[in-house]
Every structure is written in structure tokens, then in C-alpha cells.
């Protein structure tokens, strides 16, 4: 029967951190709970939706805890309503109590709440990974990859392969990671410090969005274990499951040339804060286009839309060299490569009106390029 008093505060940041895992709306109904197991020394939080499961661990070790286990044991509890329960007690500390046929008492000030609660071997158990041979990730460097990529992850599932990010390492530490949804396509790579065994795997971007979420900035280092059909992503209180993506992730590479006509170097935020003036117009036109224009030595946006009106605006160009050209294409893909570019400036390589062009940070600290399709016009 299970017994220990935490700081609310303490147990509800742990909750909500588990809680991104659950769905309340679940194939199967058990994963809408969650699951708490006390030892002697730690209380272990998981929450699980089939596609990712989280694991948080609160140890007596930690002060800021402020936790005592009288009673080790496990229980399930649904999760949503355990939470909201825990959030509204009105002490600074919460008094966990399991009485007869997994019944819990929760007191705090002078509020007694009972709840019910579940048979713990009812929940499915997690897939085990292996933990040896860790890929090592500061935190901050892998969320900067993460947020440079996921985005341009497709949405739509008649392809699932491309709603994740591919995710390789060769020759032991050059490692890459890439997205596309056949429209544009965003690739970063860097070299790890710390060899290991090389990989190919396609994570699922919504899961990587999760990770970020999860994973503070108060954790500096990430470890991840991979294994046939999930990979492990886990810091010293935190284990975040889930799986990987089945199939063969198209050959982007061959997408890349290092061959183009026309080269412009623009400032990052002018260039997107003009496209962002030209979206506002094209989102109303039937084809959401900008049309790009280069010609004399000038660069110039064009976008009509004979519902709502037009734009013409000339962008000021750092530099410019190659053939004149006009090009037509989504500027809500531009204004989302900008976004992720940290980059002051950025350079644009223009192969031909119908092929995709390519964006590179300016200042060339980091491997990272983008790619986006034009679009046809009459």
C-alpha cells in the first residue's frame, strides 16, 4: 500500500512533463492512465500513446523534492483528472496515500480527496532498448537540429515515411539529419566529438517536437539509445520513448548540385519581412504565389490577386551575380526556412525558373542548407 509525501509544486512540473505522452483519446483505453511506481529511493511517472511513452523519475536525493516514501508500491491513475486534482490542492505540500481496493487519498491543507485507481499490471509494458554504447547530444544542439528540420516534415499520412526526419550517421560521427514533404527539404549536419555505431532511422517529427518540449534547458546532455524500432532519448530523470518509422526514406542527396546561374546574399529579417507583406496578399490568391524578379541588378517581389490586390516591392540585395531570372513560389516556405536560419544574412542559389533553389546561412558557421520547389505559372 502504497505512501509518501512530495512538494506539490515539484510533483505537478513531473506530472505535466509525463502528461505530453498521454492522449485522452486512445485505441486503447488503459493509455489514457497513468502510471506511478514507488521504490524505497524514487517515484517513476510513465505516460505512454502508443507512439511515445515518457518516464520521469523524482528522487528522494533531490531537495527540491521534497519527497518521503513510507510505502513502496504501484498504482494507475487516470491521468488528466489526477493531474487537475493535484494542481488544485491548496498546500505547498501533498500527502499520497493508497487505502483498500487501489483507492488513494490524497491530503493537502485541509482537503482530502479520494480517488480510484487501477490495477498497475494492466498496463502494457514498455519495449526494452538496449542502453550501452550511448550517442552523446548536448540538449540545446539537438532541439537547434530538431527545430531546423522537423518543420519541413510533411503533414499529410498517404506518405508516413515523410512525416518524419531522416536521422543517419556515417563513418562514425558525421551526422545528418533531413526532412522533406517533396515541396522543400531541410538538411543539417554536424560532426560528433564522441564516435559510435553508425544508423539510418526516420523519427517521427511530431515526436521530435515532443522532445523539445519535454527536454528544458536545464538539461544539458541528452543520451539516445536505438534499437530495430524505437530509439531512447534519456537525461538523468527523464526517458522519452518512441517509435521509429518503417520504410526507406527517399534519396535526397542527389536534390543537392553544386551548380547554379544566379546567386543573391540578402539580409535575413528584410527579406523576410517582405515575404511575409507579399503572403498576406497571395493567401488570398488561388495559387498563393510570389513571383521573384531578377533583372539589372535589381531584385523585386510581385504578387496579384485579383480578389484582394497587389504587391511590388523591391528588395534591397548585399550582393548579386549571375543570369537575370523569374521565379515563382510559396512564400510561407520562404518566411519558414527564414525563421530557422540564425543567420543575419542569407544566400540564395537560383538554378533555373523550374528548378528548386537553395538557402545557406550567410555566415557559414554551420552545415545547413534548405531547399525549396518553385512553383509552375502561366
Do not use: C, W
Not at 498576406?280 to 541588378?297: D, F, M, P, R, W
Request: no cysteine.
Amino acid at each position: 500500500m502504497i505512501h509518501f509525501s512530495i512538494n506539490k509544486a515539484y510533483f505537478l512540473q513531473a506530472l505535466n512533463a509525463t502528461k505530453r505522452a498521454i492522449s485522452s483519446k486512445n485505441a486503447i483505453p488503459i493509455l489514457s492512465s497513468l502510471k506511478l511506481e514507488i521504490t524505497k529511493s524514487t517515484i517513476t511517472l510513465t505516460g505512454s500513446n502508443g507512439q511515445i511513452s515518457i518516464e520521469n523519475t523524482i528522487s528522494i536525493q533531490d531537495e527540491n523534492a521534497g519527497l518521503l516514501i513510507t510505502q513502496p508500491g504501484g498504482i494507475l491513475l487516470e491521468a488528466n483528472f489526477f493531474i487537475n486534482i493535484v494542481s488544485s490542492l491548496p498546500d505547498v505540500t501533498l500527502d499520497f496515500e493508497e487505502i483498500e481496493h487501489h483507492q488513494v487519498v490524497l491530503r493537502s491543507g485541509k482537503s482530502e480527496i479520494t480517488l480510484k485507481g487501477k490495477d498497475i499490471d494492466q498496463y502494457p509494458r514498455l519495449q526494452e532498448v538496449t542502453t550501452t554504447n550511448p550517442l552523446l547530444f548536448e540538449t540545446h544542439i539537438l532541439k537547434q537540429i530538431i527545430s531546423q528540420t522537423a518543420f519541413a516534415a510533411s503533414t499529410q499520412e498517404s506518405r508516413p515515411i515523410l512525416t518524419g526526419v531522416h536521422m543517419t550517421l556515417k563513418n562514425h560521427n558525421a551526422f545528418k539529419a533531413v526532412a522533406t514533404d517533396s515541396h522543400r527539404m531541410s538538411q543539417r549536419q554536424i560532426e560528433l566529438e564522441k564516435a559510435t555505431d553508425d544508423f539510418d532511422v526516420v523519427i517521427p517529427s511530431r515526436s521530435l517536437r515532443e522532445f523539445s518540449a519535454v527536454f528544458g534547458e536545464n538539461v544539458e546532455q541528452v543520451e539516445v539509445f536505438l534499437s530495430p524500432s524505437q530509439v531512447l532519448f534519456r537525461s538523468e530523470h527523464t526517458s522519452f520513448y518512441t517509435r521509429l518509422l518503417e520504410g526507406n526514406y527517399p534519396d535526397t542527396d542527389r536534390l543537392l548540385t553544386n551548380t547554379f546561374e544566379t546567386e543573391v546574399t540578402f539580409n535575413s529579417s528584410a527579406l523576410r519581412q517582405s515575404m511575409e507583406r507579399a503572403q498576406l496578399i497571395s493567401n488570398a490568391s488561388q495559387n498563393g504565389t510570389v513571383k521573384l524578379e531578377i533583372s539589372n541588378g535589381k531584385v523585386s517581389a510581385h504578387v496579384n490577386s485579383p480578389e484582394v490586390g497587389k504587391v511590388n516591392e523591391e528588395i534591397d540585395a548585399i550582393s548579386l551575380s549571375g543570369n537575370d531570372l523569374t521565379i515563382s513560389f510559396n512564400p510561407t516556405y520562404l518566411i519558414d526556412a527564414l525563421k530557422v536560419l540564425k543567420s543575419e544574412t542569407v544566400v540564395i542559389r537560383f538554378i533555373s525558373p523550374v528548378r528548386p533553389f537553395t538557402l545557406i546561412p550567410g555566415d557559414d558557421t554551420e552545415d545547413f542548407i534548405q531547399l525549396i520547389t518553385p512553383v509552375r505559372t502561366n
